[in-house]
């Protein structure tokens, strides 16, 4: 396993668990909790504070969410960073020990306070939340250590350019591929989903929610069709880029425009996560981690990485057209 890829796992992986816990566990909970439960206390260590199940159950997530914002900034930056030829950007140390400590942290501070309101009739009988507080610090010190160490910084080589093609006088080179992911539109589907659903448990049924269960509907399609598939052609007009089953939208990135093509090892943790992603180095269309066509263009339009099968056969391609007569 790469560096790149076990540091991506577990900063995403620890915060999806961290998230599980906290909506898997709440359930069997409820019916032993105050509602409202106990969620601030005084500096004499007395409930001040009380929020209802749902709002409990959103902060704890949001603690989760921070992680999820953080991680993914760090990645941009990253992406960013190694864009522009800068090596050992992030230490993949830092974001795994981060990732752990933070979800861990997160996870602790739900069940202290679970613990302190749990069997009371009333929020205002719970008691001090220190010793939960000093646990939650003890285990994500303690976690943060262990994503240290399972943490490996490592620095990308440079890439030398693909070789071109013989190509003699009159023939013409083409080259496509096509790359299909399963899991990618069923992820988008099952987030759409979940905040339809969790729009009408916070605004129930009225028809504030149902505007927005409408509008959420084309988003829905839209991308669990976009996402499903990507076809990759290589011509005389440059690199065509096709999204989903019928091949639209489409980007078309002309052969002028590219300064240099090669194929790569790449993943998600790299260029800011998976589908189609921006960040400051470039574009990314991402639907799988492993070899991927990378374009180097010209000027400041950035790099382009596509997750595609033969990426080697397709930027040898693009050498090929780009040193023939007229792109011929």
């Not at 959103?58 to 900034?73: M, Y």
């Not at 001090?128 to 943490?151: E, R």
């Amino acid at each position: 396993m790469t560096p790149e890829r076990r540091a991506y796992l577990i900063s995403w992986g620890s915060g999806i668990v961290a998230l599980l816990l906290i909506w898997g566990t709440f359930p069997f909970f409820r019916a032993s909790l105050p509602d409202p439960l106990a969620t601030h206390w005084s500096s004499s260590n007395l409930p001040n504070g009380s929020q209802g199940h749902l709002m409990f159950l959103g902060f704890a997530s949001g603690l989760v969410i921070i992680q999820f914002i953080i991680v993914l900034c760090l990645n941009l930056y990253s992406a960013s960073a190694k864009a522009a030829g800068e090596e050992n950007a992030i230490d993949s140390r830092f974001v795994t020990s981060f990732s752990l400590g933070w979800a861990t942290f997160a996870a602790s501070v739900y069940f202290s306070l679970i613990y302190v309101n749990h069997g009371l009739n009333h929020w205002s009988e719970a008691g001090s939340p220190l010793p939960g507080v000093l646990t939650a610090l003890a285990a994500s010190i303690a976690a943060a250590t262990l994503g240290w160490f399972l943490g490996v910084a490592a620095n990308r080589k440079a890439v030398d350019p693909a070789e071109a093609f013989p190509l003699e006088a009159g023939e013409r080179l083409t080259w496509s591929g096509s790359i299909s992911s399963v899991w990618l539109p069923v992820v988008v589907a099952i987030s759409l989903i979940s905040s339809i659903v969790l729009v009408y448990a916070s605004l129930g049924f009225t028809l504030a929610a149902h505007l927005i269960f409408v509008s959420l509907l084309p988003v829905l399609a839209f991308g669990t069709l976009i996402l499903g598939s990507v076809s990759v052609s290589v011509g005389k007009v440059g690199v065509v880029i096709r999204f989903g089953v019928v091949g639209w939208p489409r980007w078309v990135i002309p052969l002028d425009d590219i300064e240099q093509a090669s194929a790569q090892e790449r993943h998600g943790s790299e260029v800011g996560g998976w589908g189609f992603r921006f960040y400051s180095g470039g574009k990314a269309v991402m639907l799988r981690s492993g070899q991927c066509l990378v374009l180097q263009r010209k000027g400041s339009l950035g790099e382009v990485t596509i997750s595609i099968d033969d990426a080697q056969t397709a930027a040898s391609t693009i050498s090929t057209l780009q040193q023939a007569p007229q792109n011929s």
